[in-house]
């Protein structure tokens, strides 16, 4: 009786060593696959970006750096999943408000402004995450403004 136990255990072993590794390798396929899917269609909505003023970017498990020169920009829409984007609009046209949404799970946005401008805030939301705004608070009323809406989870 012993003998039959000890032959079967290591084929148990053995069975559930390959259900582990499918499993693995199943998981793996699925964020190859997501992961091709996405820079397809980051790839798709950079090229739409070109010459307009409402931009989309997407970043998905890697990080994005996003300079916008000598345009003028009224909206960018970001949608980061545990990455990192940095967004440099130093040398963007902003002569009006700009809306910028953020959407971000587990990643880290940095937006970088030219100067002479104002950043609001206001309408971020903020869960296990957080940011902040290191544009100083310019009194003049007539300056266009940056309006932020961040929405970040479990950054």
Same mark, same amino acid.
């Given at each position: 009786m012993e003998e039959l136990h000890d032959i079967a255990e290591p084929k148990n072993k053995f069975k559930t /060593?390959?259900?582990v590794i499918a499993v693995i390798a199943a998981v793996y396929g699925a964020f190859v696959a997501i992961g091709r899917?996405? /820079?397809k269609k980051s790839s798709e909505l950079d090229e739409q970006n070109i010459g307009q003023k409402v931009k989309k970017y997407l970043a998905f498990m890697n990080g994005r750096n996003i300079k916008i020169g000598?345009?003028?920009i009224e909206e960018i829409s970001i949608r980061s999943c545990m990455g990192g984007v940095e967004l440099d609009l130093t040398e963007a046209y902003i002569t009006q408000d700009v809306d910028i949404r953020i959407h971000s799970v587990m990643s880290g946005i940095n937006i970088k402004v030219?100067?002479?401008?104002r950043v609001n805030m206001s309408d971020s939301i903020n869960i296990m995450g957080g940011f902040a705004n290191l544009v100083p608070n310019y009194e003049t009323e007539e300056l266009p403004t940056i309006f932020v809406a961040l929405k970040i989870v479990l950054a």
């Open positions: /060593a390959v259900k899917y996405v /820079a000598n345009e003028q030219p100067p002479m401008v």
